[in-house]
């Protein structure tokens, strides 16, 4: 089963594409994780509403894309679908993935700066993205940001 809301996350190491090393529950704030497959629908359907979340919020809280595949497919994807938050790469091994448990993809964690998790979604739940949406807008003070406006999503999209 994957971790959920309350657990302690555990601490990892991955490289970004580019090689650069990144320990992202040492940077002591608030971190969103959002594991994903390049291949998959669901994630095609939920990481530019994540980017959209990184553009509001990042300023405060670290955004990491634990990518399921190769470097080249990692930055193909950030590339297609607009990503400018830094990307890790999970691949061939998935032991974060692992290490997480994570079982469907996409799935989304908020971890507070002492490694509890506060927030944990699997596939795309537009609900739950909402109220992601709003816990981050409260721990930045930063206004609410637009995830849906003007866009036509379904409820929910099955990882």
């Known amino acids: 089963m994957p971790l959920k809301e309350g657990a302690k996350a555990p601490e990892f190491l991955l490289k970004d594409p580019q090689g650069g090393s990144h320990k992202p529950l040492s940077e002591g704030k608030h971190i969103l994780l959002v594991f994903y497959k390049v291949t998959c629908p669901t994630c095609q359907l939920t990481l530019p509403f994540v980017e959209k979340l990184f553009r509001a919020y990042g300023e405060k809280v670290g955004f990491f894309g634990v990518v399921q595949d190769p470097p080249q497919e990692a ?76 866009v036509s999503v379904p409820a929910f999209k099955a990882g």
Not at 99 to 118: H, K
């Open 75 to 150: 930055i193909n994807f950030a590339n297609q679908y607009g990503l400018t938050f830094t990307q890790l790469i999970d691949a061939p091994n998935y032991e974060v993935s692992i290490l997480y448990d994570v079982q469907v993809v996409p799935t989304i964690y908020l971890i507070d700066p002492e490694g509890s998790i506060l927030f944990m979604e699997e596939s795309f739940v537009k609900d739950r993205l909402e109220e992601l949406n709003s816990k981050l807008s409260q721990i930045t003070g930063f206004p609410l940001a637009s995830l849906f406006e003007d």
